[in-house]
């Protein structure tokens, strides 16, 4: 399998009001499909208390909140803001594919010029966003679909034995072989919210016709939904975390190229 792990520079803006901040993990995951989401942005009336979750993501995962105020009833400012940025982008050139999060069809126009360019445009939404806007888009996808899908089993991974957001103890996740040995840094513990973060890239990523996939491929993917780095649990490279890692084999190729495949 040819690795052809995409390089574009991806923009996504966010329409807070027409968006839920519990889907951003998937959305992150698909436009890695399209490339490095460099640009990300969320729009609205920050001082909203509804836009909390949105104000958490963003310290998360690196949005720029942009504040726009509701200056009139029934007239929605931050579509507006979301739209010339959008020109904006789009004209300086350095941009090379959108993901537009809104279910709101006055973004149809947006999608319909940015494709015009010869960009590609992923509107991501509730399945109640009006047919319109789902076809301006070059993909369109129901937000509601992705997050039914994006929790799959971890297979033979210990469950957490303590509160559900306490972290699995690295002795009861590593091989004994692993666990055991002597290590020259202290590993982090892995947790469920990494073991998840690893399955949803692997899932994500192209596999040949062996069942494996690119390591760099999936660390991409990886990296485009957090601010993961292998060094932050105590591993040099991400190979050395995927072998500490159950339920995975990694396999290495000629000329130096990893690969590996989740075991069921």
């Given at each position: 399998?040819?690795?052809q792990?995409p390089?574009r520079?991806?923009?996504?803006l966010i329409?807070?009001?027409?968006a ?13 499909e399209?490339g490095?989401v ?14 909390k ?6 310290i998360?995962?690196?949005i720029?909140p942009?504040q726009?105020?509701d200056?009139t ?6 579509d507006?803001?979301?739209?010339i940025?959008?020109m ?6 350095r941009?090379?594919?959108f993901g537009?999060?809104?279910s ?5 126009p ?8 010869g960009?590609?445009?992923y ?24 997050t ?17 957001s306490?972290?699995i103890p690295?002795d009861q996740?590593?091989p004994p072989?692993i666990a ?7 590993k ?13 890239a692997?899932?994500?990523s ?5 069942g ?13 939904r957090?601010?993961?780095?292998a060094r932050?649990?105590g ?5 050395d975390l ?11 190729r ?11």
């Amino acid at each position: 399998m040819t690795d052809q792990t995409p390089t574009r520079n991806i923009a996504l803006l966010i329409d807070a009001d027409n968006a839920s901040a519990a889907t951003l993990d998937p959305v992150l995951t698909v436009l890695a499909e399209l490339g490095t989401v460099n640009v990300r942005r969320v729009y609205g009336n920050w001082t909203k208390p509804g836009l909390k979750p949105w104000r958490d993501m963003s310290i998360k995962h690196g949005i720029e909140p942009q504040q726009q105020f509701d200056i009139t009833k029934g007239k929605n400012a931050t579509d507006m803001k979301m739209t010339i940025d959008a020109m904006d982008l789009l004209f300086r050139g350095r941009v090379e594919g959108f993901g537009i999060m809104s279910s709101d069809s006055d973004f149809m126009p947006l999608a319909m010029r940015i494709r015009q360019d010869g960009l590609p445009v992923y509107g991501f939404g509730a399945s109640k966003t009006p047919e319109a806007f789902k076809q301006a888009c070059t993909r369109f996808i129901d937000v509601g679909a992705l997050t039914s899908t994006a929790s799959p089993s971890l297979g033979e991974a210990p469950a957490p034995t303590g509160p559900p957001s306490a972290e699995i103890p690295i002795d009861q996740v590593l091989p004994p072989a692993i666990a055991g040995a002597p290590r020259s840094k202290a590993k982090a513990p892995v947790g469920p919210e990494l073991l998840k973060l690893l399955v949803d890239a692997y899932d994500a990523s192209k596999r040949d016709e062996r069942g494996y996939v690119s390591l760099s491929a999936m660390g991409q993917l990886a990296a485009n939904r957090s601010s993961f780095d292998a060094r932050n649990y105590g591993y040099n490279r991400l190979s050395d975390l995927m072998e500490a890692v159950p339920n995975f084999q990694i396999e290495r190729r000629e000329g130096g190229r990893s690969f590996v495949k989740r075991l069921r």
